[in-house]
């Protein structure tokens, strides 16, 4: 079974900056890992697009968020980091990662448990 860990979140003032990292991990070999992308849902809200990284680079950001996050591909096999800098108290929610991976010749979506981010004003 594959396996979608965040980590990263905490507290952080506005105008911070925070690096929330997704990896993946499995029992056997993970082929490949295809399109990532980064979630949020604040309190009472609906979970919203954050960010996402093509298998290839691309990368699209939503508006509230273009500019001041970045999503790359990790150092480590199978990570994607979101790199987020100058933070507001409307950046407060639960971060999901979200992949398509290739594993046992299957295309899977998978998503993590989630990490906390709070900005505080």
């Known amino acids: 079974q594959v396996q979608l860990v965040e980590s990263g979140g905490g507290l952080v003032q506005a105008g911070g900056s925070l690096t929330l990292s997704c990896a993946a991990s499995?029992?056997?070999?993970?082929?490949?890992?295809?399109?990532v992308g980064w979630y949020r849902q604040a309190p009472g809200k609906q979970r919203e697009w954050v960010a996402t990284?093509?298998?290839?680079?691309?990368?699209n950001y939503a508006d509230s968020v273009k500019g001041r996050f970045t999503i790359s591909r990790g150092n480590a096999k199978n990570s994607v980091s979101l790199q987020m800098n100058s933070l507001k108290p409307e950046d407060t929610a639960i971060y999901y990662c979200?992949?398509?991976?290739?594993?046992?010749?299957?295309?899977?979506?998978?998503w993590g448990q989630g990490t906390q981010v709070t900005v505080s004003s």
């Open positions: 499995a029992s056997g070999i993970i082929s490949r890992v295809n399109v």
């Open positions: 990284i093509t298998s290839d680079g691309g990368r």
């Open positions: 979200n992949a398509q991976i290739v594993y046992l010749a299957r295309e899977g979506d998978y």
